[in-house]
Nanobody
């Protein structure tokens, strides 16, 4: 199983990058899947997740109204559209998939497969 995250980079404040997470060896449509981030000097936190049904989603408080999680089942790819970025959004963003869970969870312990992370740096 591989999760390949991409789409990060150096972004100006207010920018709108879209992160992608391409999966192989695992069908994302079967599971609740998520994005986490780790800011410098901080623990990794759940940013967003989407249940298998797509009807249940979660956003970290400061991402509400700015972030949108989605997936393309045909491409077996998870996305995170981020708008109006702020310097405090800086961090390494990881996609994650569970072994069995179909629900949406923002807890690290509920995920088994992790992408390598993509760095997002927001300049002020």
């Amino acid at each position: 199983v591989q999760l390949q995250a991409s789409g990060g980079g150096l972004v100006q404040t207010g920018g709108s990058p879209r992160l992608s997470c391409a999966a192989s060896g695992l069908t994302l449509a079967y599971y609740g899947i998520a994005w986490f981030r780790q800011a410098p000097g901080k623990e990794r936190e759940g940013v967003s997740c989407i249940a298998r049904s797509g009807n249940s989603v979660y956003y970290v408080e400061d991402g509400k109204g700015r972030f949108t999680i989605s997936r393309d089942n045909a491409k077996n790819t998870l996305y995170l559209q981020m708008n109006s970025l702020k310097p405090e959004d800086t961090g390494v963003y990881f996609c994650a998939a569970p072994m069995l869970t179909i629900s949406c969870s923002n807890l690290e312990r509920d995920y088994y497969y992790w992408g390598q992370g993509t760095q997002v740096t927001v300049s002020s």
